[in-house]
């Protein structure tokens, strides 16, 4: 049986571990079928799959990924897959238990699985030598395991640095953990554990895009050509995403001005990518299923004041009144960010390069940044 617990512990790849797809012909069509746990991974295996393959999430629009659970109809659904496409990291909280018994014939394939893994919390604030030692020990782990999940990440990894080029090697104020597989991420959100919002990176998307593409085209190889054009496209336009849009974009907000308080600690990829601090959450940890203690709430008023933080984000995927009340106590102006969800498909943020065209202008818009 193909499952998911704790970690990554299966990842099923280039075809020796990939559950053989029969049937399809006489299942839902000639097309495979592929459920993706959000919006967002969706989105991108939408991109690679085009018309060869169908794509669903399984949660919908605006649901809190930290605390989504299945109802039966999504049941159904995980176990008429043909694979399932997860985020990994403990990213999706409620759904492990049913995604590890979706069935036998179900590949579930951790999309993160060759992401550089980043710690949220303080340990990301203060770059220590422990982050440094676990990323020293990454590339031991790499050279020590020859199973096909190094070699394919070795392989993503030179892809990946051949469209990005040093781009990918940007700002490291805080030193990755490991690449996903590598890691056990548990399933505590204490500081310095792995922070599962990998998306708000482009870079990372673009090494969901390859592990889609592979896994699509393992299952399905008649259409692997196809796959292929798709995830070329998909990648040339995220490449042209950050370059042409983001990169000029942020380069106009002051960097003194570049801090950010958000609702949870979904921005961290993002801030470490293009220079950001986090200064601080309103929901601590790197799930939204925490609460603040009153002193937690007054910490981060104090510092909002201290860092001279020009705004608040609240987010369309959580509750945002405290948010809200303390934008309002410290007089800052409160934005609202998509996050863990796309937005409605004819909406501003309806598709992942909408999304962050989204984000983008908003923090230009909140923290002075130039409109172009
Ligand atoms: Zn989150």
Known sequence: MHRVSGLLVMLLLAGAHLAPVGGLAQEGGDHLQVVASFSIL????????GDAADV?????LNADPHSFVPAPRDLVALAEADVVLTVGASFEEGMAVSVANAGEDVNVVVASACVAILPFGDAAAHGDDAAHEEAAHEDDAAHADDSEIAALCATHKAELAALVGEAA???????????LYT?????????????PHVWTDPDNVMLWTMMVRDTLSALDPDHAAAYADNATAYLEALNALVNEEIAPAVSTIPEASRKLVTNHAALGYFAHRFGFEVVGLVIPGASTLAEPSAAEVAGLIDAIRAEGVPAVFAETTANPDLAWRIAEET????YTLYTGSLGEPDGPAGTYLDYMRHNVRTFVAALGGTVQ
Do not use: S
């Not at 969706?42 to 799959?49: P, S, T």
């Not at 007089?331 to 409160?334: D, I, L, Y």
């Open 42 to 49: 969706a989105d991108v295996a939408r991109n690679v799959a």
């Open 331 to 334: 007089g800052v102006p409160f």
């Open 183 to 195: 890691l056990d991420c548990g399933e505590a959100h204490e500081a310095g554990g792995c922070d």
């Open 169 to 179: 090697d940007a700002p490291q104020d805080a030193a990755p953990l490991g690449r």
């Open 56 to 60: 669903t999430a399984l949660m919908p």
